[in-house]
């Protein structure tokens, strides 16, 4: 009698349960393959690495929404990003720009807009006699970007971010 060498795939209603071991092999893969994908470059590398540990550390994305043929989906198109300056490069080069830019945004703000700051945890509740209004897209300005991302993510099965 002849063995059958193919290895049998869960089928969806039986799905196995993830192991920490699966958790740290799929973090380590992603991180190696981001890595490289960007060429270890600085901006970039800082990026990846804060993304990676929010995606893993998060209490929404636990062991039981883990999907390996996402992250193996994901890996793969690191890899296709590493091999060639094609069309998957140029989305994950911007999807750390835009990571980047959102990051340093929030940390970084005018002279002005840091004595307005001041002045309001020093508890005073006069504000500086020139004040701009909020822009109405305040807030608002990466949903576009966000849901991009997601329905990219839907169509390919990937796990980016």
Same mark, same amino acid.
Not at 136 to 151: D, S
């Given at each position: 009698?002849?063995?059958?060498?193919?290895?049998?795939m869960?089928?969806?209603?039986?799905?196995?349960?993830?192991?920490?071991?699966?958790?740290?092999?799929?973090?380590?893969h992603?991180?190696?393959?981001?890595?490289?994908?960007? #060429?270890?470059?600085?901006?970039?590398?800082?990026?990846?690495?804060? #993304?990676?540990?929010a995606?893993?550390r998060? @209490?929404k !994305?636990s062991?039981a929404?883990?999907?390996?043929?996402?992250?193996?989906?994901?890996?793969w198109?690191?890899? !296709?990003?590493?091999?060639? !300056?094609?069309?998957?490069s140029r989305?994950?080069? &911007?999807?750390?720009?835009?990571?980047?830019?959102?990051?340093?945004?929030?940390r970084?703000?005018?002279?002005?807009? #840091?004595?307005?700051?001041?002045? #309001?945890q020093?508890?005073?509740?006069? %504000?500086?006699?020139?004040?701009? @209004?909020?822009?109405?897209i305040?807030?608002?300005?990466?949903?576009?970007y966000?849901n991009t991302?997601?329905? /990219? &993510?839907?169509?390919?099965? /990937? %796990?980016?971010r």
């Amino acid at each position: 009698m002849r063995t059958s060498r193919h290895i049998q795939m869960a089928s969806p209603a039986t799905v196995l349960p993830v192991t920490a071991q699966e958790l740290v092999t799929a973090y380590r893969h992603l991180l190696r393959h981001s890595l490289r994908a960007v #060429q270890f470059s600085k901006p970039s590398r800082y990026v990846i690495v804060d #993304q990676l540990r929010a995606a893993f550390r998060d @209490p929404k !994305a636990s062991a039981a929404t883990f999907d390996r043929e996402r992250v193996r989906r994901t890996i793969w198109f690191f890899k !296709a990003a590493t091999q060639e !300056a094609g069309l998957e490069s140029r989305i994950l080069k &911007n999807l750390v720009r835009v990571h980047w830019e959102r990051k340093r945004a929030g940390r970084w703000s005018s002279w002005k807009g #840091q004595i307005v700051k001041a002045a #309001q945890q020093a508890g005073k509740t006069e %504000c500086p006699k020139r004040t701009k @209004p909020t822009h109405p897209i305040r807030g608002t300005e990466y949903t576009h970007y966000e849901n991009t991302i997601a329905m /990219l &993510n839907d169509t390919m099965g /990937l %796990c980016l971010r």
